[in-house]
């Protein structure tokens, strides 16, 4: 039986970065995503002597952690088993065709008492684009075709991290609101940062440029202020640690020496019965 299409074009995904390289690219969310992991790292009260970096542009995230392996996100990661204590999976995991994939061989290059740090688009990320082109394309020709890259909830995403085995998981994430002149330009930027389309299903020939001309239309119907573009970026960040005997455990149902009552300083009131 044949399988069926993957979602993301691979191919195609390293042409837009290669693009993304001699435009001299606009990497501002890749420098966001840096300081939010270096302020991560710097939290845990823990050393790391052998980072690993996974990423799609191994050139610009090896002048931000020159100290560590760097690796192309492909679908087997250069990892070698248990062979760090904090691997970094950079600003790639929303073009992955299996993130569980990538996620478990992060872990299974981790060291005991390893971190993993990921950081990429989630589910919100240019949201008012896709409703404007998708809108568009409805009333221009009728149809839809896929245009933007479909991204993960935060709930979901986070159970990625139990699914790939990993220990004390936290999901959580930032947004960030950018504005644009004119939808060429907000076109021209997501080139210039390697993220436009890549999906396998993506449309093969050139669309009718009314369709544009609609979508910023409804864009600045719907989604600007002060005569600019508003486009969200949802910035999530996963973290969880290869297991470890030192970790700390959850207790036992039943095994707590104190009320929560107590605990709080707090009066303990009984719900009526029925």
């Known amino acids: 039986m044949s399988q069926p299409p993957l979602l993301v074009d691979r191919e195609q995904i390293a042409r837009n970065r290669q693009r993304a390289m001699r435009m001299g690219g606009d990497f501002f969310l890749h420098e966001e995503a840096r300081f939010e992991i270096e302020d991560r790292v710097d939290m845990v009260n823990k050393s790391f002597t052998s980072p690993a970096v996974v990423t799609g542009f191994p050139e ?22 248990g062979a760090h204590d904090l691997v970094i999976h950079a600003m790639s995991l929303h073009w992955a065709n299996d993130p569980v994939g990538q ?49 993960g909830e935060l709930r979901d995403l986070g159970a990625l991290l139990q ?15 950018v504005t ?43 989604f600007s202020e002060d ?17 470890d005997e030192s970790q700390p455990k959850p207790l036992m149902p039943g095994s707590a020496r104190m009320r929560l009552a107590d605990a709080l300083h707090t009066e303990e009131f009984k719900l009526p019965e029925g």
């Open 180 to 222: 644009y002149p004119s939808l060429s330009r907000m076109v021209e930027d997501l080139r210039a940062m390697g993220e436009s389309n890549a999906l396998t299903a993506r449309l093969r020939i050139p669309s009718p440029a009314r369709l544009f001309v609609t979508a910023e239309q409804l864009y600045k119907d719907h």
């Open 227 to 243: 005569g600019r573009l508003i486009a969200t970026f949802d910035m999530v960040f996963l973290t969880g640690w290869a297991p």
């Open 103 to 151: 996620l478990i061989q992060c872990n299974r290059a981790l060291k005991p008492d390893g971190l993993m740090i990921a950081a990429f688009f989630g589910d919100q990320t240019l949201n008012e684009l896709r409703a404007c082109l998708g809108q568009a394309e409805t009333m221009v020709s009728g149809g839809l075709s896929p245009r933007v890259l479909p991204m």
């Open 163 to 177: 699914r790939a085995s990993f220990a004390l998981p936290v999901a959580d994430k930032t947004v960030r609101k």
């Open 60 to 81: 610009m995230w090896a002048g931000y952690f020159p100290e560590a392996k760097i690796v192309p996100d492909d679908d087997i990661l250069a990892l070698e088993e």
